[in-house]
């Protein structure tokens, strides 16, 4: 990553929005919008249905994406389902009231059938994700890493495919899959995240357009890391993908996602659904740098992310680690969690999630201890500044017939300005007198001495707040891939100029 | 005679609108030691703060010319890059960021005010090697987080090992001897005397003349009441020890 711009380009009968202009201080407005340097949108040939939501709808998302019957059928269920609904309002978060007649379910770059080869993908979409450094062309196989590239609606290119078909792993889109193989998805589908979990869910089952699939035989390691980039380009959608994770027996899996949106005065919502299942011996870790656009100074524009995560390890001994970045979102809502019904089984949640300007984050974990030995760590890192509001909220919870299981929380907050909020609200349920349950936690500001130190040894402010919160966050950054800590790292850098209070 | 490194005219500095400093006036030449001592309160802490540049003060009058610049008009990082170093009294705890993070950003920030590459991860190491052998702290310290979990004798051989990477023309030790058994002492004096040249120059503050017989000042200032009031050489610094300080109070009662 570096630190070049892209202005953002007017994109054909969909102008994108230009950051506010004309304020006064150009340093203010470089800190605040100028380093979103994602914010461009392409200009691409894309289909969009009219906005608004109806059974008519569903069914047209269903048809254009020539979907088996049992699958509409869950898409119609989860629709009346959701009707049926209010959006949840229990979150330490202001969320306008969102019209959901006035978003667009479905946006697709124009391309009908999905390509073959990438001189079938558009060469615009190529150029976009090649702006965002995520490397979808087929020579960068060294890169060692595989990508499923979600633009909009749907998935435009999944890259390493054969290679990794050579060891029986699936790693498609979300629609290939459900043509695919159907009896897989059909059998796992829904059975983590349920559509009447919440409505967000309910809304995701009933018009999510694609998303990936990943499927990792009994045995075997998957030998690169997978990786899914979403990208919101089109004006006036909604994203609302699914992922789907299964890991068989003793398999290993590493899987990376990455969010972008261009800059845009309005509310883009985006939905999506994570279900993972983890069977015995095997370990999923799912890792996101998550950095959707985040609204201006004003707090005008940005992505609202309503985002349900949720593992099942059923497997004895089985393992999900979930590590998180968060620095993007207008509004975060997400808590990425750990069923625990296998024997032995170990959830892991390592999160950093930075907020400032008028961004608001409500997210955390739920550690549910089914079985006996099950054992949970969540590690919470929150660094607020500006005028955010920055929330942990998190679930441990211990059934009765779980013996001996262990969880250890970490909840720290760092705060960086006088205007900010820093919540936490943990809740604790054991009903098994055997758990051994610890929750630490702290609230700390930089000091001014800690700067004047640095300052005397030679480091400017800046810098030192970058060394200071990287230091802060270091715990959470050692849990991600090598080639993500460092771009998330100096996400964190840029992300906090200029942001002491 | 050289020119000077530090001249400080009528200095007057304070905290929270309370003046500290009362017109201090203090010369300091490339190659020279000097020892600053007074009871408790007088200012001497003040006085290293004021020129490194300690946010907690305010300069209300007075100038402090640092090699012909005007030491006031540098940001704190500046007056680093150009030179000025202060060993603090408390030295700062930073969790989280390690030794090394630390230092190579602030080597590499005086690189870049004078328009340097970046130094190269090896040469870097290899230049944390050599320089913590001169306060022989171990090979843990580049791990460790900035006087993170540090026993007071490690806090002040730390202090004295950045100043050895940083070479600074001017050091101001402002009571390095404090909360240090002897051989922790004599490992610190043994480094700042190590790096003494004819360049550089030493401001030792000290409340005790245990510090001079290891640092031999050249000259030693009693300051009172925000004042220097007394200079002398080594000598005054044994005259104090015997007498204390009530002969200098009486002196300056009115």
């Known amino acids: 990553m570096n630190n070049e711009q892209h202005n953002p380009q007017t ?6 929005a230009c950051p506010a202009a004309g304020n006064d201080s150009a340093v203010i407005a470089q800190a605040t919008t100028g380093d979103y340097k994602y914010g461009f949108s392409s200009d691409i040939d894309t289909e969009i249905i009219p906005p608004g939501l109806s059974e008519d709808v569903v069914r047209l998302i269903s048809e254009k994406k020539k979907e088996p019957q049992w699958l509409l059928d869950f898409r119609l269920e989860a629709f009346r389902y959701w009707k049926t609904l209010t959006p949840p309002t229990w979150a330490h978060l202001d969320i306008p009231t969102i019209d959901f007649q006035a978003i667009s379910y479905y946006a697709a770059p124009v391309k009908k059938e999905g390509p073959r080869s990438l001189d079938e993908v558009d060469p615009k979409i190529l150029d976009t994700f090649n702006r965002l450094g995520i490397p979808i062309e087929e020579q960068k196989a060294l890169s060692g890493m595989a990508v499923d590239a979600v633009m909009d609606s749907v998935s435009v290119r999944t890259t390493h495919r054969e290679r990794l078909a050579e060891m029986g792993i699936i790693f498609c889109s979300f629609s290939e899959a459900v043509r695919d193989y159907p009896d897989l998805v059909r059998k796992y589908l829904g059975k983590v995240v349920g559509y009447r979990d919440n409505f967000y869910a309910a809304l995701n089952s009933a018009v999510f357009s694609d998303g990936s699939f990943v499927y990792i035989p009994k045995g075997v390691r998957c030998p690169m890391e997978l990786s899914t980039y979403f990208r919101i380009n089109s004006a006036g959608t909604g994203q609302f993908e699914r992922t789907l994770i299964v890991a068989d027996d003793d398999s290993y899996v590493s899987y990376l996602e990455g969010c972008t949106a ?38 005008r524009g940005g992505v609202y992310n309503l985002v349900t995560k949720r593992g099942l390890c059923r497997g004895t001994n089985s393992k999900l680690s979930w590590t998180q970045v968060e620095t993007g979102s207008a509004i975060t809502w997400k808590y990425p969690s750990c069923v625990l019904s296998g024997e032995g089984a170990v959830g892991e949640f390592y999160s950093v999630a930075v907020t400032r300007n008028r961004q608001q984050a409500d997210t955390g974990t739920k550690m549910i201890h089914l079985a006996s030995g099950t054992r949970s760590t969540i590690v919470s890192k929150g660094i607020s500044t500006g005028h955010s509001q920055n929330s942990y909220r998190g679930l441990v919870r211990v059934a009765p017939k779980a013996d001996n299981c262990r969880n250890y929380t970490q909840c720290d907050s760092l705060l960086l300005s006088d205007t900010c909020g820093a919540h ?26 800690q700067l004047f130190y640095c300052n005397q040894r030679g480091i400017p402010t800046e810098k030192a707040v970058a060394l200071i919160v990287n230091g802060y966050a270091r715990e959470v950054m050692n849990k991600l891939p090598m080639e993500f800590a460092v771009e998330a790292q100096k996400l964190l850098e840029i992300t906090l100029q200029d942001s002491v209070g | 005679m050289k020119e000077a490194l530090l001249k400080v005219e009528n200095l007057r500095a304070g905290i929270d609108g309370k003046e500290i400093l009362r017109g201090l006036n203090l010369t300091v030449h490339p190659g020279e030691v000097h020892a600053i001592m007074g009871p408790n309160g007088s200012g001497k802490s003040t006085f290293g703060g004021v020129l490194a540049g300690d946010p907690r003060f305010s300069v209300e ?63 870097f190491l290899k230049m944390m090697r050599q320089k913590r052998a001169i306060v022989e702290l171990d090979n843990k310290l580049a791990s460790r987080s900035v006087n993170e979990g540090f026993s007071g004798g490690e806090k002040k051989r730390n202090e004295i090992f950045q100043m050895a990477v940083l070479e600074p023309r001017l050091a101001i030790l402002d009571e390095t001897d404090s909360g240090l058994d002897i051989d922790a002492l004599r490992i610190v004096a043994a480094g700042v005397n190590a790096l003494k040249t004819n360049d550089n120059a030493t401001i030792v503050i000290t409340h005790y003349q245990r510090l001079l017989d290891y640092i031999k000042p050249d000259f030693v200032h009693i300051l009172y009441k925000g004042q220097i009031v007394h200079s002398g050489g080594p000598e005054l610094a044994l005259e104090l020890e015997e007498k204390g300080y009530d002969w200098i109070k009486q002196q300056h009662q009115s």
């Open chain 1, 424 to 449: 936490t609200f943990p809740e604790i349920q054991v009903a098994n007198p055997s758990a051994v349950v610890e929750h630490e936690a702290t609230t700390s500001k930089i000091s001014e001495q």
């Open chain 1, 11 to 16: 994109a054909g009968t969909r102008p994108a």
């Open chain 1, 262 to 299: 261009p800059m845009r005065d309005e509310n883009q919502l985006h939905a999506a659904i994570v279900e993972i299942i983890v069977e015995d011996r095997a370990e999923v870790k799912y890792s996101t740098v998550q950095n959707w656009y985040a609204g201006d100074r004003e707090g």
């Open chain 2, 61 to 123: 009058s007075g100038s402090a010319t640092f090699h012909g610049t005007d030491l006031f008009g540098l940001s704190p990082e500046d007056r680093s890059h150009e030179g000025l170093f202060l060993s603090f009294q408390y030295p700062v705890e930073i969790p989280g960021v390690t030794m090394v993070n630390f230092m190579r950003a602030a080597v590499n920030a005086k690189r870049k005010y004078f328009g340097q590459e970046p130094m190269g991860a090896a040469d």
